[in-house]
């Protein structure tokens, strides 16, 4: 059979029984030369290859000969992972010469550096005065770590010049290799650019000029150049080259987009993160396509590219303000059991935080911190996130190691600086990070230290004036608070944090229409903000709808009442313009006394106002019975500044009526005033003044003073006192319920309270309070008094608390000593 016959059998054989075709020497040749015309693509001709070397009948020279032209094609067509496992399954040793370059290359190419050097072996065995095969053993050496060697073949084989084009290319080659390995990149890509120059037909050239410009941060413009050499002459890149280079191009772009996002207000800062999450879509498309298309040896380098590519989209997620979609993307990853990079843990890890399940993104920030290793240079993202994250779920122990760890890593001035004493911009974010863990972790004292020194020393430093700011609002100065945010918004306008603090500070102050206008125009401005996202949940549960619920009860007394209970509840509007509030009350109780049983049912509609340092509520009240069935009731408050607050209240129909009164059927309007102290959250000194003036003609008034301090507070335990002494006088002592002509008492209270759970704004708290003192009774002298009260607390997010608990006490009536056990349940809750 003659050439063109073997020829025109190939190309009229149907595609499908290509692969059934016997191997013949002629079909082989006739192969070869369609592939070489353009009749046949490389995949048809590999395919038709590998057909052959899996035939049993195979003889050794034809196998060699089959393997070769394999390996080669495969080569030619950018299948490198498939050369090298044809290059495994024959050794270099049983391939024919041709075979030996194009195996080396695919061997570094997939950075199989012991096949790599098996080729190079057998090939310089073979040819051991040829040029080329001393090239690639320079290669070799050079991908080995030996760059000495490798640089001294170059010189060797540089002298004196070649003069053939394929050697001075090789060498070309060489030089941007060596180039490279020694970090210059300039040297790098001229020797690429000549070589490109010299062989224009070299697509592997090409290849290596993109992949250095993605090496020197012009990450887009490799893969445009990339794109447009492919569009120009297809084939000049693989399409998982292509992949690669678009996930880098991806990846630069999203860093790109971040930066521009932060240094922007409104919809416009977000434009371009979300081009890249439709890039980033259809970039995962095309990469899914192509990789279902791609020889099985190359699924690992496919899927590497696409766990990148899903880190990027993770990180582009978070960013832009969707840890959800972000927590359901690595759920599918986790789920398939898939490695994701340092960044794409960290990033994962900081979704669950914004979301604030800070559980879950401790083991994730702890395993991308252990996986990057040393190359991760501390301080970092990863260790901040850590730190508030290990502070969020009660692991104040790991947080300050942590913190400490971070300090001694961070020195004050840069240590590689062009010039010395460069301050170290890292080094003013960890001073500003240990005053914010001495505040979070209920320490405010020494954080209000820290940061009045940090202030003092730099004093237009963003993060040191937020810390401030918000030291003030924990310690209950809210004037003082919003005084620091305002300033600090003359100074950083656009700051977020100090924007956020400023509207919660006004809200403390009571300022609720300026903290809207300014919320409206945080979240108009930068509403993807993990911050600003959270400000308005709190927003929400302040200004909204609320339900408050106090609920006791008691038994063993007998002056006041053999067995009690009472729940009063309060449903409120949310905030209307701004300032007003309608709220409904409702009290429901009863008590079991000797002298009869009483029932107390009373509801009222009120309105509520509150607008800056006043807060003034009326309500128009109905009950069950009594003289003062239906009554008023008011509330009038003032904040004279940080330290002052005063109040005056009035009930007509007062909750507080003895139960043997309302028994015998007499009423009581409650009159009263206070005047309150405020050092910060840990004292605070109460002055009150109470009149009940009974339908029964009786008066009763009486003084109270309480004085509040807070010993001990740590991240875990609080330890307060509370002082109270109160004395009150009755005009009249004939009456059915308890009403002494004067009486006193003096009473000191331990409270001690430790923390058992902590998941960001969840918490639990079990505390323990003590009480003991002495109870004067005109005509019955002075006797002990004391109690005991265990609680639990659960803060279960913004505005939400829910208390409960049991009381057991001793109190001396008209000379009687009485033992009371009670419980209480205390809830608070936003309807938001």
Do not use: C
């Amino acid at each position: 059979m003659s050439q063109a016959q073997a020829q025109s059998v190939v190309t009229n054989q149907p595609a499908a029984e290509r692969g059934t075709s016997a191997y013949d020497p002629q079909r082989h040749d006739a192969l070869i030369a369609e592939r070489r015309a353009g009749r046949l693509t490389s995949a048809q001709a590999l395919r038709q290859l590998k057909d052959w070397l899996a035939a049993a009948t195979l003889a050794d020279a034809a196998r060699q000969r089959v393997a070769s032209d394999a390996i080669a094609v495969a080569v030619d067509d950018g299948q490198f992972a498939e050369a090298v496992a044809l290059g495994r399954q024959f050794p270099p040793g049983q391939l024919r010469d041709y075979a030996l370059g194009p195996l080396a290359v695919a061997a570094r190419r997939t950075k199989d550096l012991i096949l790599q050097g098996e080729t190079v072996a057998a090939w310089r065995a073979r040819q051991p005065a040829a040029r080329e095969p001393r090239i690639h053993e320079a290669f070799w050496r050079l991908d080995s770590g030996d760059i000495p060697a490798a640089q001294a073949l170059y010189r060797e084989l540089a002298q004196p010049a070649p003069t053939e084009t394929a050697d001075r290319l090789a060498l070309l080659e060489l030089r941007g290799a060596l180039a490279r390995a020694g970090g210059d990149t300039l040297q790098a890509m001229s020797a690429y650019a000549e070589a490109s120059t010299l062989g224009p037909d070299r697509s592997d050239l090409r290849r290596e000029t993109d992949f250095l410009l993605a090496d020197s941060g012009a990450e887009s413009t490799a893969f445009e150049d990339a794109e447009a050499a492919e569009r120009a002459k297809p084939g000049s890149f693989s399409a998982l080259a292509l992949s690669t280079l678009q996930q880098r191009a991806l990846g630069q772009r999203l860093r790109w987009a971040i930066k521009e996002r932060d240094e922007r207000l409104g919809p416009s800062r977000v434009v371009a993160l979300d081009r890249v999450l439709v890039d980033q879509e259809t970039a995962l498309s095309r990469l899914d396509t192509a990789a279902a298309a791609a020889p099985p040896a190359d699924a690992p380098q496919w899927h590497a590219v696409r766990v990148r590519l899903l880190s990027d989209r993770l990180l582009a997620l978070v960013e832009r303000g969707r840890p959800a979609e972000a927590i359901a993307l690595y759920g599918t990853l986790h789920a398939a059991g898939t490695e994701l990079p340092p960044y794409g843990l960290s990033a994962a890890a900081r979704a669950f935080a914004q979301e604030r399940r800070s559980v879950d993104a401790v083991p994730l920030y702890e395993a991308a911190i252990a996986k990057a290793g040393p190359t991760l240079q501390m301080p970092a993202e990863s260790h901040f996130g850590l730190v508030y994250a290990y502070q969020d779920t009660g692991r104040f122990e790991d947080a300050e190691a942590l913190l400490k760890r971070i300090e001694e890593a961070t020195p004050a001035y840069l240590r590689l600086a062009p010039e010395a004493r460069r301050p170290n911009s890292q080094y003013t974010d960890v001073n500003g990070m240990r005053g914010l863990l001495a505040l979070y972790g209920d320490n405010p004292a020494l954080a209000q230290q820290r940061f009045s020194t940090l202030t003092g020393e730099a004093p237009l430093n963003p993060g040191y004036a937020y810390g401030a700011g918000l030291t003030e609002r924990l310690r209950e100065h809210p004037e003082a608070a919003v005084a620091r945010f305002e300033a600090q918004a003359a100074d950083a306008p656009f700051d977020i944090s100090a924007r956020a603090g400023h509207v919660e500070a006004l809200m403390d102050a009571g300022e609720f229409a300026q903290a809207r206008q300014r919320a409206e125009s945080l979240e108009a401005d930068a509403g993807d903000d993990a911050e600003v996202r959270n400000l308005a949940r709190k927003r929400r549960a302040i200004t909204g709808p609320q339900l408050e619920v106090e609920a006791g009860a008691s038994t063993g007394g007998g002056a006041l009442a053999n067995r009690e209970w009472r729940v009063d509840s309060r449903l409120s509007s949310g905030l209307i313009d701004d300032q007003w509030r309608v709220f409904y009350d409702q009290s429901l109780g009863r008590g079991d006394t000797s002298i009869g049983d009483a029932n107390r049912a009373r509801a009222g509609l009120g309105l509520r106002w509150e607008s800056g340092r006043w807060l003034a509520e009326g309500a128009l009240q109905r009950s069950n019975g009594g003289p003062y069935r239906t009554s008023v009731a008011g509330r009038v408050d003032y904040r004279a500044g940080d330290a002052w607050r005063l109040s005056a209240t009035y009930d007509g129909d007062s909750k507080e009526l003895p139960w043997k009164a309302k028994a015998t059927g007499v009423g009581a309007r409650e009159a009263g005033a206070s005047v309150g102290y405020v050092v910060n959250e840990s004292r605070r000194f109460d002055l009150g003044w109470k009149q009940m003036d009974f339908s029964d003609g009786n008066l009763r008034r009486g003084l109270d003073f309480t004085w509040q301090e807070r010993w001990i507070s740590t991240p875990r335990f609080q330890l307060e006192t509370r002082l109270g002494v109160d004395a009150s006088r009755s005009r009249t002592q004939d009456v059915a319920y308890f009403s002494p002509s004067s009486d006193a008492s003096a009473q000191l209270a331990v409270r001690a309270q430790w923390l058992n759970w902590k998941s960001d704004e969840r918490q639990f708290f079990q505390a323990v309070e003590v009480s003991g003192g002495g109870y004067r009774q005109a005509g019955f002298g002075t006797g002990p008094l004391w109690s005991v009260r265990y609680e639990h607390r659960w803060n279960l997010g913004p505005r939400m608390t829910l208390r409960y608990g049991v009381s057991f006490s001793s109190h001396p009536y008209d000379g009687v000593r009485e033992r009371q056990r009670g419980v209480f349940l205390n809830l608070s809750m936003p309807l938001q």
